[in-house]
């Protein structure tokens, strides 16, 4: 998954992108969860991220979690 590849390379270049936009956030979190997303699933989950300012944070955990997972 392309995800996975861009977050274990680069996890604050779009720590970065994901943290100056609330558009961007939810277009990057429906691009990953899919097309048939639940609306509320999808703007509880941004705006958790969002008004708590994790989504920088939360990169780098990925980025381990990708590293350390099996193939």
């Given at each position: ?16 992108a ?54």
């Open positions: 998954m392309s995800f996975n590849t861009l977050m274990s390379q680069q996890p604050q270049t779009l720590a970065f994901l943290l100056d936009s609330p558009i961007g956030l939810l277009a990057w979190n429906a691009h990953l969860l899919g097309e048939d997303l639940d609306a509320d699933f999808a703007l509880t989950n941004v705006m958790l991220y969002w008004l708590t300012g994790t989504a920088a944070s939360a990169a780098p955990l990925l980025r381990e979690r990708t590293r350390h997972s099996t193939p």
